[in-house]
């Protein structure tokens, strides 16, 4: 069965110091793997997302960066926190889709780092 | 942007009782897809509808989708307080870019 494992589960760092969280997948080969941030009570906003190992798109301007170093691994980064960088970032995957847009899966996530700035 | 809408932000309920939690959106879609999130954790995927679909059933969840007035509703039967958490409808636009766009979600409380 497929599994995905984000870490660590909470963060706390000093505004400007650099960033790292790690998303793996396993079981499963050539997934879609997505970046979101979700600010305390409100819904997912999408950072980045990855067709491929090496393939990044970003959704919004930002102070972060996203890598796809092997098939199976996201990481998500910044050379600089900001106070605004604060939330609970979540990673994703999911089987890479069709033509046929009937055959589209789910997401699936982990769960989830806190980061706290300070 | 947000795409769907959930409507209403907050729900408290019996137990027993039925929760119905619905959601908006406002441009073309090829699928629909609902997940439930438990406080502090990561989402979980409950339903996927896709845009020739009306209604779809998983257990005592109940999905129905209404693509002319771009809107969907998800209603949970009999409910039960492990059924308290947020509730998020998510959109896929037409195009295939297998991205999805997220509401902000309904917070469901369902009282023992």
């Known amino acids: 069965s497929q599994t995905i494992h984000q870490w660590p589960a909470t963060l706390v760092q000093p505004v400007g110091s650099p960033l790292s969280l790690e998303c793996t997948v396993e079981?499963?080969?050539?997934?879609?793997l997505y970046w979101y941030r979700q600010a305390a009570g409100r819904g997912l906003q999408l950072l980045f997302y990855?067709?491929?190992?090496?393939?990044i798109s970003s959704e919004v301007p930002q102070n972060l960066s996203a890598s796809r170093p092997q098939d199976r691994q996201f990481i998500l980064s910044s050379k600089k926190l900001l106070l605004s960088d604060s939330g609970f970032y979540l990673c994703?995957?999911?089987?890479?889709?069709?033509?046929?847009?009937?055959?589209?899966?789910?997401?699936?996530f982990g769960d989830g780092t806190r980061l706290s700035i300070l | 942007s947000q795409q769907g809408e959930e409507d209403p932000q907050a729900l408290s309920i019996q137990e027993g009782e039925n929760a119905t939690m619905n959601c908006s959106y406002k441009t073309s879609i090829n699928n629909l897809q609902w997940y439930r999130q438990n406080s502090g954790r990561g989402l979980v995927h409950l339903i996927l509808?896709?845009?020739?679909?009306r209604e779809k059933h998983s257990g005592r969840l109940r999905v129905t989708l209404d693509t002319s007035k771009k809107s969907s509703s998800l209603l949970i039967t009999a409910s039960r307080a492990a059924d308290t958490a947020s509730y998020f409808c998510a959109t896929e636009g037409q195009g295939g870019s297998e991205k999805l766009v997220f509401g902000k979600g309904t917070k469901l409380t369902v009282n023992p």
């Open positions: 994703a995957w999911s089987v890479r889709g069709f033509d046929n847009f009937e055959f589209r899966q789910p997401q699936h």
């Open positions: 990855s067709v491929g190992i090496g393939q």
């Open positions: 079981g499963t080969s050539n997934p879609n």
């Open positions: 509808i896709r845009s020739n679909e």
